[in-house]
């Protein structure tokens, strides 16, 4: 009996926990403060500070309610904190998850549970502020070539969603000081896998390269390269930050050790900029040095050899006892609406691998078909990762049978009785009656 309360309590619970929009209703300000030695304004360099309004009523919103802030074009959570309490006048009404986007989805986001202190008859308002740096690109992963193109230099609106609940303010982007016909070099720190992203492209060609070879080294240096992650592709642009913009084949051959990844490549085009970048982990050195193979050859000049070295600072992951552990990302399909990253739970005193879930919706593709019914069926053919789902909608259509008759009037008509439960329609035609007729027979006297 007792386990019989104990699971219907649960399910009590679970049924009553809902999905809730809107709480998050005003971008108050957002501002940025120089973290480091940055020489511009750039959406990319910490730390921009977002204090956004938010909401919660009693009357809409119980114990256990969920609710996300999706924020597009956000990289990271500028904070050794991965979860933050809604408070008000001392009380928590909420506690939410910060989820870092990272190099995994093109947006971050903070997930919301209502707490217990939420009863029907309180009304909580208040503020939360949230520091980042956005996404603008910095690699060839399909995350980074999107969000290459969320900015540009000058004035942007950036828009952030609570359910159908956007919330908008204006920003003053600065173009980068770098020119963009320069070399280009980058190291963006990934704080979930304790990595770094390391980015290179040679000086521009303005007519082309004949050939080249670029990369770069971390050999002595403690620093090791992850070769499963190395993108290598040529750009048709970069953007107001010197990140490709695109990246299409061209052809090269490719070395890659744990210390080394080295692109020799042949031909590549006008207008278009070769690239390589890879994932380096620096978590037990406090810098090191990396590097740079630079060596390339303009259409209709010699080949210059610019290799050159540069010091980066090393990572050190500010969670107590989470260095060294394995970092796993899985993808799972849900029917959810849109795409999610969730880190799952985790103890770094006990635990040895901590997992990141994306929730990746399954796409799918409809068809439509028809059949002598009532009722329009849906139906759905599953699909694994990767593929497309097929949603099967079945439209019912009705026969008819016509049934005529007589009547007074002058002229045909015909109506069709729709039937709501059957499949069958009637058409009643009705026709004009024939006019009735007499004979009258007359005598008369002529002759003809």
């Not at 003053?172 to 070399?183: I, L, Q």
């Not at 070395?255 to 590549?268: D, G, K």
């Not at 009547?407 to 026709?431: E, K, L, M």
Request: with cysteine; net charge negative; charged share 10%.
């Amino acid at each position: 009996m007792l386990l019989q309360f104990l699971l219907l309590s649960l399910c009590v619970s679970v049924a009553t926990a809902k999905v809730i929009t809107g709480i998050f209703d005003s971008f108050n300000s957002l501002t940025w403060t120089n973290a480091a030695s940055y020489s511009y304004r750039g959406p990319a360099n910490p730390t921009w500070t977002a204090v956004i309004g938010w909401s919660l009523d009693g009357a809409t919103a119980s114990a256990g309610d969920t609710f996300t802030l999706d924020m597009p074009c956000v990289f990271k959570f500028i904070t050794d904190q991965t979860s933050i309490d809604l408070v008000a006048d001392g009380r928590t009404y909420a506690t939410c998850n910060l989820n870092s986007a990272e190099e995994f989805t093109t947006f971050s986001s903070v997930s919301c549970t209502v707490t217990t202190t939420m009863t029907a008859d309180t009304k909580a308002i208040g503020t939360v502020t949230l520091p980042f740096s956005f996404s603008v690109g910095g690699s060839g992963s399909d995350v980074d070539l999107a969000n290459s193109q969320c900015f540009t230099a000058g004035i942007n609106t950036v828009t952030f969603n609570d359910g159908d609940t956007s919330i908008s303010t204006t920003v003053d982007f600065e173009k980068s000081t770098v020119a963009s016909s320069d070399r280009i070099l980058l190291s963006r720190i990934l704080p979930s896998l304790s990595q770094a992203v390391s980015l290179f492209l040679p000086q521009e060609c303005a007519n082309g390269y004949t050939s080249g070879t670029m990369g770069f080294s971390t050999a002595g240096t403690g620093a090791t390269i992850d070769c499963s992650t190395v993108h290598v592709g040529i750009s048709n642009g970069l953007n107001d930050w010197n990140y490709p913009i695109s990246s299409e084949s061209f052809s090269y051959t490719k070395t890659c050790t744990s210390t080394s990844v080295l692109v020799t490549y042949q031909n590549v085009p006008a207008g278009y900029r070769p690239f390589v970048d890879a994932y380096v982990s620096a978590t037990r050195v406090s810098s090191y040095a990396m590097r740079y193979t630079n060596i390339y050859a303009c259409v209709g000049a010699a080949s210059v050899d610019d290799s050159f070295t540069h010091t980066w600072s090393g990572y050190s992951n500010s969670q107590a006892g989470s260095n060294g552990i394995t970092i796993v990302v899985t993808t799972r399909t849900v029917t959810d609406s849109t795409t999610a990253v969730t880190t799952l739970p985790f103890n770094s005193e006990s635990d040895k691998t901590k997992t990141i879930e994306i929730l990746q919706p399954i796409p799918t593709t409809t068809i439509t078909t028809s059949y002598v019914g009532v009722t329009t069926s849906y139906s759905t053919k599953t699909a694994p990762i990767g593929e497309t789902a097929t949603v099967i909608v079945d439209v019912p259509y009705h026969t008819t049978t016509t049934v005529t008759s007589e009547w007074t009037g002058t002229i045909t008509t015909t109506t069709t009785r729709t039937n709501p439960t059957d499949s069958i329609d009637t058409v009643v035609v009705q026709v004009p009656s024939p006019n009735p007729t007499v004979t009258t027979t007359e005598y008369w006297s002529q002759s003809y």
